[in-house]
């Protein structure tokens, strides 16, 4: 989030960091805009923080060619925030998943290949995986729109020659990515290729935290010994969304 309250904390973090995959966290729903209120008024609300509604700001979206430009310079203007870092970009995503949104995404698409962009996140999470772990639980997960709506956007990227991964977890179990559900998954993925997400954190209560969130679990998920060495076990390659670029993945 390039104008979230700790971004240039987390920007002098990564450069400590040389070998972090560090990416875009497209924000254009629940949270800070890089432009002022004066120029994307249609997308944000009184106090000039971004709007929370998304079906309603889609609506405008769709209705209004005046929102629609005031979104392109918003996106066009946190890629060139994250320009301005010096950091390599390792990838795209977009909070809330909000790029499925095809007035979002086509825009997102072609402003972040002029930046540099190879390689998005498409959220397409194999529902058959997390039951076959945990049967008879809920996984929650995406609406028949929206996974037609990922499976769309799997298609531009592709015929723009943009990199995504196979598969990614974390949006069914988001905020309870726990140490055992890390462990069990990874001893279960698929062949291909995989992004797991977390939203790990020193403490489950902050500012602008989700209540029920397990972050400080999630923190230790993505630490523990028995989940580098489950990586360990089972094989598996980790790294970054620019591996997939490599190996033309997309």
Known sequence: MMAGPSAADAVARARRMPNLRVGLHLTLVEGNPVLPRGEIADLVRQDGRLRTDMAGMSLGLALRPRARRQLEKEIAAQFEAYRKTGLVLDHIDAHKHFHV?????????????????????????????LRSLEPGGDIGGAGAVVRWLAQRLARRARQMGIAFTDRVFGLAWTGAMTRERMEKLIKALPDGSTEIYAHPGTADTFPASVPGARYREELEALTAPSVLAAVREANVAAGGYADEVGRGKG
């Open 101 to 129: 949104n095809p007035l979002i995404g086509e825009p997102l698409l072609r402003i972040g290949v002029g930046y540099g962009m190879r390689a998005l996140r498409v959220p397409r999470e194999p529902a058959e995986v």
